[in-house]
């Protein structure tokens, strides 16, 4: 008789059935570390919903010659909120590309500067207009004339995304 038929199961077998049940509880378990993170996640969501941030006012964008590839937007961005944010991203249906720019002196040359990430100190309000800091918006997909509008989606460094509808305008109006 050899010394393993003692054991009503081979210690091998034993083993096996031990490192399923492990597999098994890990698992069950995996799934729900999963979903509390997805929760939380919703909660900031929702949060950002009732109190946004920002809060965007007077967008306008003169109207250009339908050969200008480049046009501009001005608007007052308002951070309402008690955190110092920042933009970090500029997008739009109708232009292939928009970037935050400032005018500086340079050589006593006027320049444009672009603004990578644009801060809004909390409880404050960033005017663009002309001259000064503007939305530069590269590529437009169509002809803007007075009365028309485009859209603008600004996303900021907390997910926190707004979308203003800017009305293009005459300059001298
Ligand atoms: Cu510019």
Do not use: C
């Not at 393993?4 to 597999?23: E, N, S, T």
């Not at 941030?53 to 480049?70: D, G, H, N, Y």
């Not at 801060?119 to 530069?136: C, F, S, Y």
Request: hydrophobic letters at 45%.
């Amino acid at each position: 008789m050899r010394k393993q038929r003692k054991f009503p199961v081979p210690p091998r077998v034993l083993l096996i059935v031990l490192l399923i049940m492990a597999i098994q509880l890990a698992l069950a378990l995996l799934p729900h570390l999963f979903r509390e993170e997805s929760h939380s996640a919703l909660a900031v969501a929702h949060a950002g919903e009732k109190t946004p941030a920002l809060r965007i006012q007077r967008a306008w964008s003169p109207e250009a010659p339908p050969v200008v590839k480049v046009l501009a937007a001005y608007m007052i961005l308002e951070n309402t909120g008690a955190a110092d944010r920042h933009i970090v991203r500029l997008s739009s249906p109708d232009f292939d590309r928009v970037e935050i720019h400032r005018m500086q002196a340079k050589d006593g040359m006027m320049r444009m500067v672009e603004q990578k990430s644009l801060l809004l100190p909390a409880g404050r309000a960033v005017t663009l207009q002309p001259g000064d800091l503007h939305m530069m918006l590269i590529g437009p997909r169509r002809v803007f004339r007075d009365g028309d509008h485009f859209t603008i989606t600004v996303e900021l460094d907390d997910g926190q995304r707004q979308s203003v509808q800017v009305p293009v305008r005459k300059r001298n109006s």
